[in-house]
């Protein structure tokens, strides 16, 4: 099962310096509306500009460097990856922030503050699912040297290989299977870090006007200037935490296991989009990507077809009026003279084809199937079918009322019980096997 939705309980403040600008920023966190997202509103600009927090909007700002910024031509927030990595950590889908300047507090350059004060609002569970999409097929973005890869996994884990031209920061190493725990205290509390070299080229860029030796771990070639480490590698650690944060701009969670290595924020931002490729391709097959229907009980024409690859003539359900989700179902199929195998079945007195109500109940057990979060971006094809019986012929104005329940199901294949009725009668029953194949079998 997937989880609900959630914001916010009521509204909380933080202020602070900006890391690079070193303006004074004050933040206000409000709940928002589910499906909303997260949404920047800068209420110090003439009509208070938004700035919803998705890839589309990241822009590349000469001002400020070494961060994620998104923007607009009203507006422009900067560096919002460790509050951003917060609110994946908490599984916040809907926010908004107010935001009285271009850049986001500093505060201790960790998204530790960030977490304390949103936990203090309490956390509201909404009613619709949210959306998590599990990684098909490997993804993966190389620069001079640096690289992310995402392959599938049950869950989400992160391993990242950090390696600067430092010897205190020779090689790092750092994994993590991702949950709310684990992001508070392995996660939340890394500090953003610099070598000792570059932050004295930032200074004469006029950048770094916030930062301090307490935000921001300097590091000489000895270790820390004038600070101690959380964790033996924090540094690690907080690129992990950048990294969750670029991430939450894709809009929602994935399952996969992403390995990177000297990775920073171009590079994160250009993983996010190749996700969001995957998932308008697999989108556009008409792929269930992985919505959890949860505790629905219909399910109309439009949502069959994001689950079936079927289109018409050959969409054979109209309707979901139930379903126990992995388990049983009951679709509808209005039968009408406008159906395109009535030209030709006996067209004098027109009669459904047989094998059109076997392949009704196949469907309507396909949304069964496909719905269960361990088939999400896969497709059924028959194997077998057993013990058919037609009882009665079905005709232009019946509406077949079809039952299907699952009866066993492996890794790659599931066996259903599927009866038709008509008006209560049975006009045909099956057995029906199914075997399972990854979604890519229907690329072009």
């Known amino acids: 099962m997937g989880r609900k939705q959630k914001t916010i309980s009521r509204e909380a403040t933080v202020s602070g310096q900006g890391l690079f600008t070193g303006v004074k920023t004050n933040i206000t966190f409000k709940p928002a509306q589910e499906n909303s997202g997260i949404v920047f509103v800068r209420v110090d600009l003439p009509g208070k500009p938004s700035v919803k927090a998705v890839v589309d909007n990241v822009i590349t700002s000469e001002e400020v460097i070494r961060c994620t910024s998104i923007g607009s031509k009203e507006a422009r927030i900067h560096t919002i990856e460790h ?16 935001i009285d300047n271009k850049e986001v507090p500093g505060l201790d350059g960790s998204g530790l503050e960030f977490l304390k004060t949103i936990k203090t609002t309490g956390l509201a569970e909404q009613s619709q699912e949210s959306f998590c999409y599990a990684i098909k097929e490997p993804i993966g973005v190389e620069d001079n040297g640096s690289s992310i890869y995402v392959v599938p996994d049950e ?10 031209d430092n010897p205190y920061l020779r090689s790092q190493f750092f994994s993590l ?46 270790g820390v200037l004038d600070n101690e480490v959380r964790f033996k590698d924090e540094f690690a650690r907080h690129k992990v935490l950048d990294f969750i ?59 069959i077809q994001k689950i079936l690859p079927h289109r018409y003539p050959f969409l054979l359900i109209d309707k979901v009026i139930e379903i126990e989700k ?115 079998f229907l690329d072009a």
């Open 177 to 222: 299977t991702f949950d709310r725990d684990s992001f508070e205290k392995e996660i939340a509390s890394c500090r953003t870090f610099c070598l000792e070299d570059e932050s004295k080229k930032l200074i004469e860029m006029g950048l770094g006007k916030g930062a301090t030796y307490k935000n921001t771990l300097v590091v000489g070639e000895k």
């Open 326 to 440: 992995a388990k049983k179902a009951v679709g509808i199929k209005n039968v009408t003279i406008n159906d395109g195998f009535f030209q030709g079945h006996f067209p004098t007195r027109p009669v459904m084809p047989g094998v059109l109500m076997v392949e009704a109940m196949a469907q309507t057990a396909g949304i069964v199937m496909l719905t269960n979060d361990t088939h999400h971006g896969k497709v059924a094809f028959f194997m077998a079918i057993d013990d058919v019986k037609f009882r009665k012929v079905v005709v232009p104005g019946d509406q077949l009322l079809m039952e299907v329940e699952l009866l066993k199901e492996r890794s790659k294949i599931a066996q259903f019980k599927g009866v038709a009725r008509v008006n209560g009668d049975v006009v045909a029953e099956a057995e029906m096997t199914f075997s399972f194949t990854d979604a890519s």
């Open 245 to 303: 944060g670029d991430l939450n701009l894709l809009g929602q969670e994935i399952k996969g296991h992403v390995f990177a290595v000297r990775s920073g924020h171009n590079l994160n931002v250009q993983l996010v989009r190749k996700i969001r490729q995957q998932i308008e391709k697999y989108r556009k097959k008409g792929i269930i990507i992985g919505y959890d229907y949860g505790d629905k009980k219909e399910i109309g024409i439009s949502e």
């Open 83 to 98: 509050l951003m990595s917060v609110l994946y950590g908490l599984g916040i889908d809907n926010l908004i922030i107010e």
């Open 155 to 164: 869950g989400f884990k992160i391993s990242y290989t950090l390696n600067y």
